[in-house]
């Protein structure tokens, strides 16, 4: 059974860093894709970054980049997304998503997804 499970969430100023992580179970996903999605208060959830290890391939929401970092580390089957330069606006809830082989962004093409973690951004 695939289990993917988010930590690193919590209460932060603007401008503060907090690194997300995701660890993985059931399978190892160096030939898919592994995302974050967020889901902020009354809103949709959204993309935020992406990347396949295997194909060296990584992409951003544009409302994050140059401020968010996703990285793996592959001996660990983990997912990390660093964010700096935090702002109110990114508060939401974070949830970590894999999508079989392909490199997408879209919600409907991932195939597992984590709860969730809170990220709170105070001004």
């Known amino acids: 059974q695939v289990q993917l499970v988010e930590s690193g969430g919590g209460l932060v100023q603007a401008g503060d860093s907090l690194r997300l992580s995701c660890a993985a179970s059931?399978?190892?996903?160096?030939?898919?894709?592994m995302g974050w999605f967020r889901q902020a208060p009354g809103k949709e959830r959204e993309f935020v970054a992406a990347?396949?290890?295997?194909?060296?391939?990584?992409v951003y929401a544009d409302s994050v980049k140059g401020r968010f970092t996703i990285s793996r580390d592959n001996a660990k089957n983990t997912v990390y997304l660093q964010m700096n330069n935090l702002k109110p606006e990114d508060t939401a809830v974070y949830y970590c998503?894999?999508?079989?082989?392909?490199?997408?962004?879209?919600?409907?093409?991932?195939?597992?997804w984590g709860q969730g973690t809170q990220v709170t951004v105070s001004s």
């Open positions: 990347n396949h290890w295997s194909k060296s391939s990584t």
């Open positions: 059931g399978r190892t996903f160096i030939h898919d894709a």
């Open positions: 998503a894999a999508a079989k082989l392909r490199l997408v962004i879209r919600e409907y093409e991932y195939d597992y």
